[in-house]
């Protein structure tokens, strides 16, 4: 159980254009959902909360307008990543947890952004 | 915010050897887990550990809450556990997760 899904699972994309990117929960419902970056060789950064029928919560230094989330149903949160640049590129996962205690976090393959 | 600390931050082992890591953090947490990400990038959940102790195979870990860091130790590796070791805490109702820095493990045939 907990399976957490994402498509794609790499895309290439060029400058400029924009880019969606989707996270299921195949398994369970999920209110909340998390988005995560990571760049080569580094740790995982948070960068925004997912809350499923209200605007996504980001952390400092996330352009909000940039960075689109939308959580519109409990298996389904998409980040689009609009007039995407070079430095976008990057590798974004995405989380979810069952909703109730002990809050354990399940994590997405990840989706392999290129920005050309 | 609450910082994260995992040590050492690269190890190389022969195979069949023993391990040791280590996740310090800063403030109370009441959300504690490890990951081992894979070379493809996956996240694959090890233990859910705010406190306590647990075991799972080859693999235990505890946390000591009071005094804020946790250990990872990894029995008879095996090459099939390299890859990079994160440990994450949380402390916020939302349960949002902070993760450490990560050991990147190599275990050598």
């Known amino acids: 159980g907990a399976v957490v899904s994402q498509h794609p699972s790499w895309v290439i994309c060029k400058s400029g254009t924009s880019v969606k990117i989707e996270c299921r929960s195949l398994?369970?419902?999920?209110?909340?959902m998390f988005w995560y970056r990571q760049f080569p060789k580094q740790s995982l950064m948070l960068m925004a909360t997912?809350?499923?029928?209200?605007?996504?919560?980001?952390e400092q230094g996330v352009e909000k307008d940039k960075f689109l989330i939308n959580h519109a149903s409990l298996t389904l949160s998409t980040l689009t990543v609009t007039s995407a640049h070079p430095e976008d590129s990057s590798f974004y996962i995405c989380?979810?947890?069952?909703?109730?205690?002990?809050?354990?976090?399940?994590f997405g393959p990840g989706t392999r952004l290129t920005v050309t | 915010g609450i910082q994260v600390e995992q040590s050492p931050p690269d190890l190389i082992l022969q195979e069949g050897a023993n391990s040791t890591l280590r996740c310090n953090f800063s403030?109370?947490?009441?959300?504690l887990q490890w990951f081992h990400q894979n070379p493809w990038g996956q996240l694959i959940n090890l233990f859910y550990?705010?406190?306590g102790t647990k075991q799972n195979g080859r693999l235990s870990a505890t946390t000591v809450a009071t005094e804020r860091y946790s250990l990872l130790y990894i029995s008879s590796s095996q090459t099939t556990d390299s890859g990079v070791y994160f440990c994450?805490?949380?402390?916020?109702?939302?349960?949002?997760?902070?993760f450490g820095t990560g050991t990147r493990l190599l275990v050598s045939p």
């Open positions: 398994d369970f419902q999920a209110t909340t």
């Open positions: 997912s809350n499923e029928g209200s605007k996504a919560t980001y």
């Open positions: 403030d109370s947490v009441n959300n």
């Open positions: 994450a805490v949380g402390n916020t109702g939302f349960q949002k997760l902070v």
């Open positions: 550990i705010p406190s």
């Open positions: 989380s979810a947890n069952l909703g109730k205690p002990p809050y354990e976090q399940y």
